[in-house]
């Protein structure tokens, strides 16, 4: 208890915890009340997301390097997988596809370009290693022309479904083969390459491995309820809010889901360990993309009311793609300065701004 | 008066002002052949352009660096500006749009590559500042975004225009926003990494202000006055020439305009200064995507018969996506010999051709 | 004899000759047995590929660097030409333009990811001369341009005919001469940048100049007459295999046609010379776009029965335009270690992978 009483001191986005005794009694007292149940939801997964971050990061920096890193790179983004295994399971297919493709993106642009902005308004100019960022944007194209190459080739009707699933399929599973080959080169094969970019680990002091495993535990099973609440009101509270479906999952659950990392990712900015948040960012792109997504497509076989596909819709697509493209531009220097930041942010809102526009619709 | 004349025997495209008295007396006389006035008016529209672009130049070397740098950015296309907004009070949209694509187009493929190929025959291998191409092109792929997913989204009928409108309004804010950001990079935070690339202004004596302020004054009319001509006229001489809209508009009004910018270009490259050419190319191509695109948007408000939006046909805005591209990739190295002016030069070839072949019906 | 007789000992692919007569045979005693064909032409052409990639060498080796670079540049593809000039005297364009797209992306994926695979298999880190790689995917790129940019106009129905051909005869020409520059610039301005990227040459002893020209000559005649058995059997065997026509075309015939320069790329990466490896795939990839192909639609004005435009369906410019980012992307740095293989030949199977499933109508 300690452990996590010197936590919540430190870390303030802790206290938000209050909010997660706050939603349960929301729903039992006004189970209709849809958009105050979205505002706590929300508000309760953040401090859980960061619990769940920090723990995962004690289990790894407990168990060695190699193990440490895969535990690292499968539960890293355990509460995005979680939120999306909730509304897989209610057959909310557009909630994940947008959320996947929305994390994505937000984590290249937004997390990565506020980072920029942030530590460079601290400092004039800022250096990271740009192999670390080559291989993490290298493996975000691969899976950008994966999600691309389906919707590329056109189809007459009757034959899309089973042709749209089997390559589903077929590409889940070249996309995790390559993630695994990915975390053999970077944390075997070639590991001196990558040095300065280890994810996080040495910032925080690690808790015991019983607290963390406790802590893994409970709070995925706090999340995964929280998560029930939030899908079941997100519809309805977006439209109270007047924002279009779209909107919500690209760019809110996003948010929502990235909150803990991007916390780290902009103390370390601002510390000038710059290395930190682009492995933070970047790292956790690829692992949504290369990972969460193929493994839930493999799970809507087993939980899902029907197989999900991995087809975004046009928009998606295309703004993964110039997401991908302008990180790989502005990362190919190793250098950053603010305006950096600024351009990754400008195409962050322009793909906000389209989405919160777009006629609901046409989403 | 000795100023003027000293400009004269230096710039032989200055000589072609014989032809602005030759394009109101046809008016008058002829006032329905439209070839003639079509040619006469682009002859005369070129030395214009020449006298502005050093009045420009002269006021800016007067008044200290920022001060200069920020009348360069903004008046720099003045002579773009002025032949767009006559387009625009006309109603002209289509015509004001390609223009806008095609001096973005024109810039950085066809000045830039002739640069690189007229200096690259002079010297075999040269250098410029990779910092300063890198924010242009930087630049200009994010105005090619902003450009792009209004299109990537596809819309139902009805509800399309509303959208098409409040988006193109957000974004113009946006672009105005990154270009302001982009000149506060420049020529304050970060100004020793560009010093290089001074957007010309030494290598001609300046003009006193008071030559070049009315210079400037009286210039603008003139082109005004011409431009209105030619855009009266441009259609109908465009069809008995055998030439498409879209051919006239992306091409033909793209190098009439950057006429004088071209001419400064070139002497740069000829002179191994290829960061002025470089400068000059892209930044021109970057104020315009991120400058007088969205100004032109905003005025439409006030000076169009209806609100114009950034909504550009598809062939137009993959046009602009592959020049940008191109753009970035061969100033990546910050070194240039003939060959890349040549591939720059194709790729202009290529669009040119496509757009001159294209049937009418299908612009 | 003696020549031919210690190429068999030291190259195994030359065993396969004995399917040379076999297929011969088969044609005679069964010729409706198409899927027999389909296999014994395809293990005879990879032979005699062979041969003929042997004798151009030694051609080239013994005629001097500039007659030899020209002659490397025009008939290092010489299979790849006489396939598809078969499949266009029998009208088949489809198969022409599949087979030339799906050379193109098979070299820059396949060979080149192969190449960098088996290397790195036995080598950490590998270097090779960017400023090859460079120039070779600049050239790529202005191709896929030149591909993409007449799919990118759309067209009202009745006027599509006339416009492609036009337009596609103009940029053949465009394409021609772009690669006729490209040679003067690496042979004869620009060629102390491109030393260490020799075209093979000195790895074998070259033939004395009589054996050369006459396995040329003879070679040639054997591959057109065996690519005639493979064009017609190709689309029946295809449908027995279940494979569909755009896989085969795009995957088949390019392993097939590519099998002599593979293995010299293979062999030139297990032995630490990987500038051969990128030199002979990008340099293949860039060879068919920029002269098979546009050489292939000037010739279907005379050989084939109606003129060929250039064409593809969209599906196969994507691939293109992802093939040549991708290789533009990680030959970037002028390093490579095995994981930028398994990227390149991930991206390959994601292409194999859906022309492979896609239900045979909507190729």
């Known amino acids: 208890m300690t452990a996590l009483w010197s936590e919540f001191r430190r870390n303030p986005l802790l206290w938000l915890l209050v909010f997660l005794p706050a939603v349960f ?168 390459l990558f040095t300065a970019a280890e994810h996080g680990g040495d910032h925080e002091t690690p808790w015991p491995m019983g607290v963390a495993l406790t802590t893994l535990a409970v709070v995925t099973v706090l999340v995964a309820l929280v998560s029930e609440l939030f899908v079941e009101s997100v519809q309805q509270a977006a439209e109270s809010f007047g924002m279009t479906p779209a909107f919500v999952g690209f760019i809110v659950v996003a948010l929502v889901g990235g909150a803990a990392e991007m916390a780290s990712a902009f103390s370390g900015a601002r510390k000038n360990r710059l290395d930190l948040s682009v492995g933070i960012a970047l790292g956790s792109a690829s692992q949504i993309a290369l990972f969460v997504a193929p493994v839930l497509v493999l799970l809507s076989y087993v939980m899902g009311p029907t197989p999900m596909d991995l087809r975004l819709w046009p928009g998606a697509v295309v703004m993964m793609l110039f997401a991908t493209l302008t990180a790989s531009l502005v990362t190919n220097s190793g250098k950053s300065a603010w305006f950096v930041g600024v351009l990754l942010l400008m195409v962050y809102l322009i793909f906000a701004m389209t989405l919160y526009l777009l006629p609901p619709a046409s989403a």
Do not use: W
């Not at 939801?41 to 769940?52: E, G, R």
């Not at 509460?79 to 959320?99: D, F, H, P, W």
């Not at 642009?109 to 308004?121: C, R, T, V």
């Not at 691309?148 to 080739?153: D, Q, T």
């Open 25 to 192: 009694a929301a729903e039992s007292l006004q189970p209709e009340a849809h958009t105050l149940l979205f505002v706590l939801s929300v508000l309760a997964i953040v401090p859980l997301a960061t619990l769940l971050s920090h723990a995962t990061e004690s289990v790894a920096a407990k168990t060695g390097d190699t193990v440490g890193g895969l535990l690292n790179a499968t539960l890293g983004n355990l509460t995005e997988l979680v939120i999306a295994l909730t509304a897989l399971r209610a057959g909310q297919y557009m909630l994940v596809k947008a959320s996947i493709a929305g994390a994505i993106v937000t984590n290249v642009l937004f997390m990565l370009g506020a980072s920029f902005l942030l530590g460079g308004l601290k400092y004039h100019m800022q250096e990271f290693n740009r192999v670390t960022a080559r291989l993490q944007a290298s493996l975000l194209f691969l899976a950008t022309i994966a999600l691309l190459i389906p919707s590329a080739v056109k189809l007459a009707d009757g034959e899309a479904s089973a042709f749209t699933q089997q390559l589903s399929l077929g590409l889940s599973g070249l996309l995790i083969c390559a993630y695994a080959l990915g975390m053999v080169f970077s944390l075997k094969t070639h590991r001196e």
